[in-house]
């Protein structure tokens, strides 16, 4: 409930779009059990003015009638057109929403995340919400809406045939969709969550295809990837036969309430309480007002799933942000010192420090290296400074003021960073360079380049600059890869430049001309080298060596 209360919030911002579906529907369905009614009445009507060889006004029926077939056509396509600009409106706020709540939460907050489950509750579990409104909110609403229309109309001509019309309408509209609920629940839920990890492990599979062979468990991915998608399908085709027979169920309670409309309506024609034109029109009405109810076994089967991935995007949209800015920040310096003063850093969860009384001093114009093993703590100097993570004890403070004092996001305007796990899109590689920078020339990128070392790789290309790197550099080696990362560092034009392990997967002739590059070329700039090899170590000014997250003199 709590979760069905959180969408229809957001169905406020486009109250009257929904209103206005709902109307249409109701519209065009009133239209077409008055056509269907009507054009029984009149062909009855016709029938017995021939046997009794009188004369009838036909022309009024015959407009009618024609008048609710256009209404019917007009309203049908009209709804459509409304109720799904409706439902892609609500996704577009869904979606915003959503990328408002994460992005607060990167990357510390998602790390338990893998890249697949995240693309899934972007993407599927979004979708799958828009069955909410199209297959459960509005048609519930036109249901209702139309049930008590026809139960009305029918009471004018006889109460009991509009009593047994809404009973029915209660069985095939609440009873049965309620059963339907009861046993379909199960399935519809673990279609969602299994759809979700299969989604994750194909993710995982297409980007460790190249790991997966080499250890020889491709086979093994394969196989569990396939008993996966055999139970979606065993839960696919246990809500396919719920859904017939729940088509069944209303099919049956539609032919029932024209018998039943029959059995009552001829002993009050043969009383001349009821004309006997009368008799077919409410048979017919009996019948065809069935249509309203048909969605409704069907949304409350896709009820559970819906609300499964309600949950599974609320989950993460409500967790709390592991970083918070300032109620009132103060601007952050232009440039200054990064200064770490008594650092210490335990992740959450893990039992042990990653860091422990941690000082340096980074001054504009300055180069620190950062050496260590894998593991040691390098990195996580990186997350602190740019305010990913806080630290559990200490103070690190920029040009003079403590880092939770200044807004994130223009804090780490300060900070060009090269990662050890920079992304590159799939993407041209102007583009992927340009997202460092947007209004950089194409004199700018190859100044970059040139500096990076891989200008000359790049203009051999058929392509050039316009070359697409494919999914995640899939075109580029590791190498080209990192060098294209350093290259979009330098164009972001920030006080401070951070190398995390920059020339991983470079050949040593590479490895010291890029570095030797990059110093001179930014000798301007504060400069945090993180590395495990020796490399061009005589230009810093400091070396600082980390093991076991401590600083070893």
């Known amino acids: 409930m709590t979760e069905i209360i959180r969408l229809l919030k957001f169905f406020r911002v486009y109250r009257r779009w929904i209103a206005l579906s709902i109307a249409l529907s109701v519209a065009a369905i009133a239209a077409n059990i008055a056509l269907i009614a009507t054009s029984g009445w009149f062909i009855t009507a016709m029938g017995l003015a021939g046997l009794a060889g009188v004369a009838m006004n036909y022309f009024t029926p015959a407009a009618m009638i024609r008048g609710f077939a256009i209404v019917r056509t007009g309203g049908r396509y009209a709804e459509r057109l409304i109720s799904h600009e409706a439902t892609f409106r609500l996704l577009a706020v869904l979606r915003t929403w959503f990328y408002e709540r994460i992005e607060p939460l990167a990357p510390a907050g998602l790390q338990a995340f893998r890249s697949g489950d995240l693309f899934t509750r972007i993407r599927n579990d979004i979708d799958r919400l828009e069955l909410f409104f199209l297959r459960l909110f509005a048609p519930a609403a036109v249901a209702l809406l139309v049930s008590l229309m026809v139960v009305m109309v029918l009471w004018l001509y006889d109460g009991r045939i509009a009593l047994t019309q809404f009973g029915l309408f209660a069985l095939a509209g609440v009873l049965l969709p309620a059963a339907v609920l009861r046993f379909g629940a199960a399935p519809s839920e673990r279609i969602t969550e299994r759809t979700a990890r299969l989604n994750m492990l194909v993710v995982d599979s297409v980007e460790g295809l190249a790991e997966l062979h080499l250890y020889g468990q491709a086979q093994a991915r394969a196989a569990s990837l396939r008993a996966l998608s055999d139970d979606i399908i065993a839960d696919e085709r246990r809500l396919a036969r719920l859904s017939a027979i729940s088509q069944a169920g209303v099919g049956l309670a539609a032919n029932l309430a024209m018998f039943l409309a029959l059995l009552l309506a001829v002993p009050a024609v043969a009383l001349g309480h009821i004309a006997p034109p009368e008799l077919t029109m409410l048979a017919l009405m009996a019948l065809v007002s069935f249509e309203a109810i048909t969605p409704i076994p069907l949304a409350i089967q896709s009820l559970p799933g819906t609300l499964a991935s309600a949950r599974r995007l609320f989950a993460i949209a409500d967790a709390p942000p592991p970083v918070r800015d300032p109620l009132e920040p103060v601007p952050v310096p232009q440039q200054g010192d990064l200064v770490f003063e008594g650092v210490c850093l335990t992740y959450p969860g893990a039992r042990e420090a990653a860091l422990t009384d941690i000082d340096l001093r980074l001054a504009p114009g300055r180069r620190i290296a950062v050496m260590g093993p894998s593991g040691a703590g390098k990195s996580s100097l990186v997350g602190l400074a740019l305010r990913f993570w806080e630290p559990s004890r200490g103070r690190i403070t920029y040009g003079g003021v403590a880092l939770d004092r200044m807004p994130s996001d223009e804090l780490r ?97 590479t490895e010291q001309a890029l570095l030797a590059a990059v110093m001179k070329a930014r000798s301007d700039r504060a400069v945090l080298l993180i590395t495990h090899r020796p490399v061009r170590l005589e230009t810093m000014n400091e070396i600082v060596r980390i093991e076991n997250g401590r600083v070893v003199r």
């Open 413 to 509: 305007r300060r900070f060009s960073v090269v990662s050890q796990h920079d992304h590159l899109f799939t993407a041209t590689i102007a583009d992927n360079l340009r997202v460092a920078n947007p209004g950089a020339s194409d004199a700018d990128l190859e100044d970059a380049c040139r500096i990076a070392q891989i200008h000359e790789f790049i203009v051999a290309q058929p392509d050039g600059y316009r070359t697409y790197v494919g999914m995640n550099g899939l075109k580029l080696s590791g190498g080209q890869a990192r060098r294209l990362a350093v290259a979009r560092a330098l164009l972001k034009d920030a006080p401070v430049l951070v190398l995390d392990e920059p020339t991983e997967g470079m050949d040593g002739e």
